[in-house]
């Protein structure tokens, strides 16, 4: 029997989706960066939020993905990671630029656009995936453990940010 009061992780994983996004925006209005304290503000948390939803999309979403998607589920898993390593990219790039400066902003900009075609991916094909090759039970005890992990993970505690490579993960885990 389902525990109708467990979150489901593709809400979870859609809900962060519709948080980058107004986040991303938020970033947005607040060019030309003329108050970088505010700038700091809202992209570091948007950041670490970045970073942790990767992981606990690589720690608990694929690999029941590769045991339960169809049969594009290591294309979609190897696209995904891709695009993680893009976001974890810019977001270094970001943190190696001086804020508020040209260069930061594109890196931002680098980790918006890595990051919007990642979301239109997911949402597009692996989440349809899933949903169809899974069932409430297994998509509440998954939410479980993401709900666990991002209190765990909070501001990026204990998460690398390091690259992936693809092809090793799909072995890893299939």
């Not at 992780?9 to 996004?21: K, Q, V």
């Not at 694929?62 to 990219?89: C, F, Q, S, V």
Request: aromatic residues 6%.
């Amino acid at each position: 029997m389902t525990d109708l009061g467990s979150p489901d992780i593709t809400d979870l994983i859609l809900d962060e989706h519709a948080l980058f996004r107004s986040e991303f925006v938020a970033l947005w209005d607040l060019r030309p960066a003329s108050d970088i304290e505010h700038v700091t503000a809202t992209w570091q948390p948007l950041a670490d939020l970045l970073e942790v939803h990767a992981k606990a999309e690589e720690d608990i979403f694929y690999p029941m993905l590769l045991k339960r998607g169809g049969d594009e589920a290591p294309e979609e898993t190897d696209d995904a990671i891709g695009d993680h390593n893009d976001i974890r990219d810019a977001i270094h790039d970001a943190a190696n630029a001086t804020l508020g400066t040209d260069g930061w902003w594109d890196a931002v900009t680098a980790c918006r656009k890595a990051n919007d075609e990642h979301l239109a991916e997911e949402e597009r094909d692996v989440i349809p995936d899933f949903r169809v090759h899974s069932d409430e039970e297994l998509r509440s005890a998954l939410g479980v453990q993401w709900a666990a992990f991002h209190a765990e993970h909070r501001g990026a505690r204990g998460v690398s940010g390091d690259n992936i490579a693809p092809t090793e993960y799909i072995q890893d885990h299939t």
